[in-house]
């Protein structure tokens, strides 16, 4: 399928080999996109391009700190210059550092506001100006299930992706006229590198989580791409605003 030939797709936060981002940009390219993965970790996500480029598909890497504003200015104008801007920006970039609030300090709550909800403010407003002036374009926002139900342990996290949620529908709304879909998406335990150390540190908690999970089971980082190759797509040019939850059943409980 090519349903995304001709477009740009920006997706960040994609250096990790087992990642949503990764898997993301993979989907995209898939369906025909030019795709630009970013990450701080510059190495990684040049691997992660040149993966995709041995698979015949359209990929570039640049390094990239998704908190900074002259860092956004940088990476999206080298895009333009090289591929033409963005037609599909995928703020995936986040981190979770899971402390209950006594035992979580000052330092370690401002970073994930600042990577996982300030990045997706900056990089929505410096990709807007191409996107209006074509009249069209496609944002995705990962938020996660912790950003619709309370989890102990999470509130840093929680608050961040709550954030993520809400900036989402109200963005919406502002550009909704002039062509420009946004929308989240909310994961639910996904099978990443994250959760794969996670594990490997409590073994005993795997077939707890699976257990609480309607599905029996965890997802894959596919799950979530499918779902943000739909968003990008023309297949949901009448979707804004909306939150779309990919979770095999954990928050209907």
């Known amino acids: 399928m090519t349903i995304l030939q001709g477009q740009v797709a920006l997706v960040t936060g994609a250096a990790s080999a087992a990642g949503l981002g990764f898997a993301t940009a993979r989907k995209l390219a898939q369906l025909g996109a030019t795709v630009w993965l970013t990450d701080l970790a510059e190495a990684a996500v040049t691997d992660r ?86 009249g069209t374009g496609s944002i995705v926002n990962l938020s996660s299930v912790a950003g619709l139900v309370g989890i102990p342990g999470a509130s840093a996290y929680a608050a961040s992706k709550g954030g993520v949620r809400l900036y989402t529908k109200a963005l919406a709304l502002e550009v909704a006229r002039e062509g420009i879909r946004v929308n989240s998406v909310h994961p639910g335990v996904i099978w990443t590198d994250m959760q794969q150390v996670a594990i490997k540190d409590n073994p005993d908690q795997y077939d707890a989580i699976n257990a609480s999970i309607p599905m029996g089971r965890m997802g894959e980082p596919d799950d979530i791409a499918e779902m943000i190759a739909f968003l990008a797509s023309p297949a949901s040019k009448y979707v804004t605003g909306g939150e779309f939850v990919v979770d095999g059943g954990l928050t209907a409980q």
Not at 55 to 63: E, I, Q, R, T, Y
Not at 86 to 97: K, S, T
Not at 122 to 131: E, K, N, Q, S, V
């Open 49 to 134: 391009a040149a993966e995709l480029n041995t698979a015949g598909l359209n990929a570039h890497a640049l390094g990239h700190d998704v908190t900074s504003a002259e860092a956004w200015a940088s990476v999206l104008a080298t895009i333009e210059q090289e591929t033409g801007a963005p037609d599909i920006l995928v703020n995936n970039a986040g981190i979770a550092v899971l402390h209950a609030t006594p035992d979580l300090d000052p330092i370690s709550w401002q970073r994930q506001i600042d990577v996982n909800l300030t990045s997706v403010y900056l990089g929505c407003r410096a990709a807007l100006p191409a996107m209006r002036a074509k």
